[in-house]
């Protein structure tokens, strides 16, 4: 991939297990390696048909319903932001060939979030918070929040000096802010402050491409020095609920079994992340109060699927501090089936249909108009 081309240099990585296990991204489309398809806006926004939701036979209103998250503000919680930031945001430093400039190459610093055209209200509301920047299509299921200039990316920069991340893209950010405030004073128009955003930028995410590399030896470079991030402390719980917006996921399995109905019902709540945040994940067990952790390889998952403990700690977290979008929905009809599993109506046939049901309008099931 040439710098001349967008590429998406961003610090969301991508790896094969992440891809892989996040049942939730809906009809699994990606992008330029930092997209993850999650968020939509509440349902009153958009023309869905939801399976889930068009079953009549009970009222599900002792845990959760649809009209109390709707009546919530449309305003995004600062804290909120930055989690879905650290499960969803980009930072970028774009260098690309410029013959109008004397040193005749240029830089553009980047803050972007892609999303399926399903996530697009999310995106406006993330913009209206902002204040700054610009939605944009690409391809033809996909938008892009992002922001560029310097003027409009100290909207950006205040927000996360105030509000910080606290996954290793932290790192990221740090770096992405040498390269804006270099910009800022100017040097990226003389050819030793090119070299030093050049050299910064060998730190950050996937390094430098091909040309970056021929034009610009390692002998001329001194590269930055990546910092990691040591603070990982949960300061507020809406960050979790942003970060669970992105990352998490809301899973119903039914399989075979040899009780008497043949078939049996299992819940899982999980948060998958890149092992370099292991620390952050494990942390979750403490601040939640239940879960286990599993590591693969690259990849660390936060699980709970004990029922007492989806009900009585997780449910009840997320009464008090909602999700938003596309998950939001994941999670009501996770809380029906979790009240008839309390009700012990899994173990009936009527009840196994319902979540059956249930079950089939969820994640990657779930099916909605064209927002457009």
């Known amino acids: 991939m040439k710098e001349t081309e967008m590429g998406d240099r961003g610090s969301k990585s991508d790896f094969s297990r992440l891809r892989s296990v996040k049942e939730q991204r809906v009809d699994g489309s990606w992008h330029n390696r930092c997209l993850r398809c999650t968020l939509m806006d509440f349902e009153r926004n ?45 930072f970028l430093i774009r260098n690309y060939r410029d013959n109008k400039l004397k040193i005749g190459w240029g830089v553009l610093p980047i803050f972007k979030i892609t999303l399926h055209q399903k996530d697009k209200a999310l995106l406006e509301q993330i913009k209206s918070y902002f204040c700054v920047g610009s939605i944009s299509k690409q391809g033809t299921q996909i938008f892009q929040y992002s922001v560029q200039s310097v003027k409009d990316l100290a909207r950006i920069i205040d927000h996360f000096e105030k509000y910080p991340l606290i996954t290793q893209k932290q790192a990221d950010y740090e770096i992405f802010k040498q390269v804006f405030y270099l910009i800022s004073r100017k040097e990226h128009l003389t050819l030793p402050g090119l070299q030093k955003i050049v050299a910064i930028k060998t730190s950050m995410n996937w390094g430098l491409s091909d040309e970056l590399k021929e034009s610009f030896p390692d002998q001329l470079l001194t590269p930055t020095p990546r910092s990691l991030v040591i603070n990982q402390n949960i300061e507020d719980p809406n ?16 399989y075979k079994s040899k009780i008497k109905l043949g078939k049996a019902v299992t819940l899982c709540f999980k948060l998958t992340q890149h092992a370099r945040d292991e620390k952050l994940i494990r942390s979750l067990v403490e601040y939640l109060g239940c879960g286990k952790v599993y590591v693969y390889k690259e990849v660390v ?15 009840p977290f997320f009464q008090r501090t909602p999700i938003k979008g596309v998950k939001l929905l994941d999670y009501l009809d996770f809380v029906k089936i979790i009240e008839l599993m309390k009700n012990k109506d899994h173990l009936t046939r009527s009840g196994l249909d319902e979540i059956s049901e249930i079950q089939a309008g969820m994640n990657q099931r779930r099916k909605f108009s064209d927002p457009n």
């Open 46 to 90: 958009y023309q869905v048909k939801i399976p889930s939701n068009q079953i009549n036979k009970r009222s599900f209103s002792s845990i959760a319903s649809v009209e109390h998250v709707s009546q919530d503000k449309l305003q995004i919680d600062p804290w909120f932001l930055t989690g879905f930031t650290d499960a969803e945001g980009c």
């Open 301 to 315: 998952e936060f699980k709970i699927t004990k029922l007492n403990d989806l009900s009585e700690k997780i449910i």
């Open 239 to 254: 960050w979790l609920a942003g970060f669970t917006a992105g990352e998490g996921s809301f899973l119903c399995t039914i």
